[in-house]
């Protein structure tokens, strides 16, 4: 069995903003997600891309695992970020609504193309019903590959009733 590592709190850290990267150094977090997707406006991206990678590379982070969430690959960013976040080496990629292994495959095909180094994981993130119906498949995709939630999203296509006093 792979290495376990123990994530009390994972820090979701928008790209698009500097201060928040700088503060992320200081704050009492296992793992930080710095985003490239959800939390960047579509005319921040680049900018968000080029912070995000340049903190990577600069570090400062302590022993925190440091995680790059990328657009989908399907996306006008998805390549791009993909490329920058394998050069910037964080400890893991984290990909959006994977739905389905080829997904998957296609990320672990760009990391071999770009000679990715081993360290890298690559976390699926699984926010949609069809990703909840093929999760046994897409947690066997990988060597380099984890699974992670979003409740939130998932609720979202789903319809499903939200908790009282939460907005997702």
Do not use: F
């Not at 193309?113 to 699926?124: C, F, M, S």
């Not at 046994?136 to 939130?152: D, H, L, M, T």
């Amino acid at each position: 069995m792979a290495d376990l590592r123990l994530r009390r709190s994972v820090l979701y850290m928008p790209g698009s903003n500097q201060r928040a990267l700088d503060k992320a150094k200081t704050l009492a977090a296992d793992s930080l997600i710095l985003d490239l997707e959800d939390a960047v406006a579509p005319d921040a991206k680049e900018i968000a891309r080029e912070q995000v990678c340049r903190a990577v590379k600069e570090g400062g982070y302590g022993n925190r695992e440091i995680v790059i969430r990328v657009n989908a690959p399907q996306t006008p960013w998805g390549e791009a970020d993909l490329q920058a976040a394998i050069e910037a080496k964080p400890n893991a990629i984290l990909m959006p609504k994977v739905s389905s292994t080829a997904v998957l495959e296609h990320i672990a095909n760009r990391l071999e193309a770009l000679d990715a180094p081993e360290g890298i994981d690559v976390w699926a993130m699984i926010e949609t019903p069809a990703s909840i119906l093929n999760i046994q498949e897409i947690a066997k995709a990988a060597a380099r590959c984890r699974v992670a939630g979003s409740p939130a999203s998932c609720s979202a296509p789903t319809t499903s009733p939200r908790t009282p006093g939460r907005r997702s």
